[in-house]
């Protein structure tokens, strides 16, 4: 398998090379980095969420402690606008306003996840909430510093394992240890950072142990036993369990920086491990995946490095990735190995003409080898590279933004034709406007026309795809995929009444989507046939989030919070696109009295009766959360105790956006614990 290490090796002297300044330790407390400021380190200008016009939000502090889950997309699933595939707690990414796979990006401090994840619903992401700081979520386009691949939306995860800024203390640290009786979960966390001088140092690692999940009732849905019994075949009575869904999980990192009164130079190291079963309704009792990835980071910033420029970043990711199918029998089924490399040059201009921002260069280079007798795809390289201007200007209480990129796809197979197999442009633009209205209103709206490259699994795949059940045919004439998007939010920063609602329209140009034709193929098991293909498309909906006035009772405080969410997605030459969340409607009430804090909150899904070509309806369900947490006096340290009861009801609960409902429901009744402490 050929490597992308020259290019990556050319990323690091070039990093190192503008690392080379004088050293001096920054003023204390001079760049503070805490939730408060909720800056978004993914919007162009790293603004705050009522700042920009792209729809963002942002999971971090306590909440992210309390609702942290075994993978990214569990994590995030309650988050509106957001839900998740699920093939197990392992295995389950974000999918943002109906969307997921490829069109929606993973980033950790805005370098790119590199693992295989969008390729399949039984792929995890090789990033585990544990060690999450912050979570920032674009939802909507974010292609313009981040690619065409961004098309759906963007998950950042903040981990900050290269340190940016000396700490004021030399040596902090924090460890948390949590369990979950639904999943048997048995996790530990800790994290070391430090520094003195110029040099700021950071550490951390983990381990998590899940068990077969906890279910309530049988695992494949009424509806699929239904038609497996007209069918003639006998349903798996499979109940109070998910066979075979369980994790072995564990990895770490380390970091650190250089810190200059102009800027910092830094990088990591971080090695991610699992092993997870695959649920018994692939077929194969005591199937598993075996992963492991090992990323180096380097990220470098240089301020006012001349009159016309205020800050110069360079962020770039090399990762070694790797995944074996492993069968009941002990023998390797599929082998995937992967070697991708991402860099992105920012730069940000001072002042001209009233306008300020950003623009800069992205380059990947994506090597895939997928080997064995279930392979899906023939080994193939796809280089990105890109270039992005972002622009904004305030005319009074309206502030316009501005930006564009132009990226070029190379997909390579091998062969002799000497040339790319796959070569084309691709261009994306936005055009914005918040306008900030007294008592703490603004308005935004953003529409964005972007471009997007069909994948090397579109264009090429040809062979079974067991997690999905079916056999995927690509096809190599596809074309560029075209959506204009509109978001219009109307936010409340401050004051009694907080909070936001935003609608939005995408409509689609040659959406790609795998297709069923009702024909089966296959050698021992016939699978049904999915042809990759084109179709124009309408995606509509709206999230809301609002936080009514607090009311204070003596020394209480009694605060709440309702959202709602909803996807609407439709082919225009008639039917459903698969996959589609449904209705959501929820509510919370927390109850703080000083250290101590309790919250109940209940969110209603209702049923998907407009299913896409091939998928069954899925019946609504409720879901009851109660937390309970209490941050303990402690002397020269912080702890923080939590409980918190899950899907108190029991329901049956499956996630329609995910391929793998009918037979893999959501954890039953269960209760999660941890401590954490921070020294």
Sequence with gaps: MNTSFPAWAGHTLFLFALGIFPARAADEGSRPDGLAQVVITASPL????????????????????????????????????????????????????????????????????????????????????????????????????YGNGASGGLVNVITNRIPESIPERPVTAAVELRGDTALEERAVAGRV????????????????????????????SRALREQLAEAGEQPDDMHNRLRNSHSETYGGSAGGAWIGDRGFAGLSVTRYDTDYGLPDSTGEIGAHI????????????????????NTVRVRSTYTDYSHGEIESTGETGT???????????????????????????????????????????????????GVF?????????????????????????PGERGGPDYDRNAASASLG??????????????????????????????????????????????????ATTFDLSVRKAAGEWTGSATAFLSDYSRYIYPELTGELAGDEEPLPVAHYVQRNAKFRGFELELRPPALAISTSVLSSRVFADYVRATLKDGGDVPLIPPLRIGGELTFEQGAFAAGVSATW????????????????????????SYRLPA?????????????????????????????????????????????
């Design 46 to 145: 790293r603004e705050s969420i009522f700042e920009t016009a792209q729809p963002v939000a942002v999971l971090g502090g306590d909440d992210l402690v309390r609702l942290r889950a075994v993978s990214l997309g569990e994590t995030l699933s309650a988050q509106p606008g957001v839900s998740a595939t699920y093939f197990g707690p392992q295995a389950s990414r974000p999918v943002i306003r109906g969307i997921g796979g490829e069109r929606v990006q993973v980033y950790e401090d805005g370098g790119a996840a590199l693992d295989v994840s969008a390729l399949s619903s039984d792929h995890a992401v090789t990033l585990d909430p544990l060690l999450a700081e912050r979570i920032e979520v674009v939802r909507g386009p974010a292609t313009l510093l």
């Design 290 to 309: 075996d992963m492991r990835q090992t990323r180096y980071d380097l990220k470098a910033e240089l301020r006012q490095p001349s009159e016309w420029l």
């Design 193 to 220: 950072d430090g520094g003195s001088g110029s040099f700021a140092w950071h550490a951390d690692a983990h381990k998590r142990d899940t068990s077969d999940v906890r279910i309530p009732g049988f695992a494949l």
């Design 433 to 482: 406007a918040v306008w900030h209205l007294p008592s703490d209103y603004s308005l935004a709206l953003n529409v964005t026309a972007t471009q997007r490259h069909p994948t090397a699994t579109e264009l090429f795949a040809d062979g079974p795809h067991l997690a999905a059940r079916r056999f995927e045919i690509g096809d190599p004439t596809l074309r560029r995929e075209r």
């Design 635 to 679: 002397r020269a340290r912080e702890v923080f105790v939590y409980l918190r009861g899950e899907n108190l009801l029991d329901e049956e609960a499956r996630r329609h956006a995910s391929p793998l409902k009918d037979v893999a429901p959501l954890p039953g009744r269960g209760v999660a614990a941890g401590v954490r402490v921070q020294l």
């Design 335 to 385: 082998l995937f190995e992967q070697a991708g490399s991402d860099t992105r040059l920012v730069a940000d201009h001072a002042p001209l003409f009233g306008w300020r921002g950003t623009f800069g260069v992205q380059y990947r280079d994506v090597d895939l080898d997928v080997t064995g007798e279930e392979a899906l795809l023939p080994p193939s390289r796809t280089r990105n590279t």
């Design 605 to 628: 899904y209702d049923r998907q009766n407009k299913p896409g070509a091939g998928e069954l309806p899925t019946p609504g369900f409720t879901l009851v959360d109660l937390d309970l």
């Design 389 to 413: 201007v972002f622009e904004e200007r305030p005319f009074g209480p309206v502030t316009v933004e501005a930006g564009a990129r132009l990226e070029r796809q190379e997909i390579t197979l």
